[in-house]
């Protein structure tokens, strides 16, 4: 069973920044690209980011230079840091393993994030 623990969600101004992160096992995440997906209530999933395991990242175009992925092997976690948040980027916010969200083989429980105007 694999599992992925997201912590880091929480209320923010607008303006404001949030660090979500995600731990998984080693053998998961050795070997496997790992990203982010977002779902705001009444729209469709939308990727936010993506980084291979050897730490080449990939963005949607919304993030505009606003998000940052990054992974630490040791700790077996995917970080994603969020500056600049604006209250459109309000949603819950899930990990997932895989190389796109179209590919994803695993995926975590989400943590809301909330974007106050």
């Known amino acids: 069973q694999v599992t992925l623990v997201e912590s880091g969600g929480g209320l923010v101004q607008a303006g404001g920044s949030l660090r979500l992160s995600c731990a998984t096992s080693?053998?998961?995440?050795?070997?496997?690209?790992m990203g982010w997906y977002r779902r705001a209530p009444g729209k469709q999933r939308e990727q936010v980011a993506t980084?291979?395991?050897?730490?080449?990242?990939n963005y949607a175009s919304f993030v505009s230079g606003r998000f940052t992925i990054s992974r630490d092997n040791a700790k077996n976690t995917v970080y994603l840091q969020m500056n600049s948040l604006k209250p459109e980027d309000t949603a819950v916010y899930y990990c997932?393993?895989?190389?796109?969200?179209?590919?994803?083989?695993?995926w975590g429980q989400g943590t809301q994030v909330t974007v106050s105007s």
């Open positions: 997932f393993v895989g190389a796109a969200v179209t590919l994803m083989k695993y």
């Open positions: 080693r053998s998961i995440f050795s070997s496997n690209a």
């Open positions: 980084i291979t395991s050897g730490g080449s990242t």
